[in-house]
């Protein structure tokens, strides 16, 4: 599925050992045949702020995202799936060996019965 985005702000600002990063993107994505085509647009905001300890680097962040999805037609008549997803999560960096240690936890509501989705993420990671 072809898609895109559009960053309209990022920043990195930081002061010593703190380092606080903050995005804003339009998302999209169009997939179908010549018979249909389906869209999906959307809003993302991301926060994370990184703190150096000792050894370790701690970044807490959060990310929201906003979509709707569906025809060309429904998008028009405002008759679409429309989803938000919130993610919070925790890196944690042990420097000396560039380990990894991350945590995520996923909300997704629907708003149309607010059927929800939750789900835990945790993932253990070295870079080389």
Do not use: W
């Amino acid at each position: 599925m072809p898609s895109s985005g559009l960053t309209l702000f990022n920043s990195n600002l930081s002061s010593g050992v703190d380092l606080f990063k903050t995005k804003f993107e339009i998302l999209g994505a169009c997939s179908g045949d010549d018979s249909m085509l389906n869209t999906t647009l959307g809003l993302q905001v991301k926060g994370e702020y990184s703190r150096l300890r000792g050894q370790f680097i701690f970044s807490p962040f959060i990310q929201l995202q906003h979509q709707r999805s569906g025809s060309l037609t429904e998008l028009a008549n405002d008759n679409v799936y429309v989803y938000t997803t919130t993610l919070y999560g925790m890196d944690i960096l042990y420097v000396p060996y560039n380990l990894t240690l991350s945590s995520m936890i996923r909300q997704a509501i629907q708003s149309e019965d607010s059927e929800s989705l939750n789900a835990t993420v945790v993932q253990l990671s070295v870079k080389f």
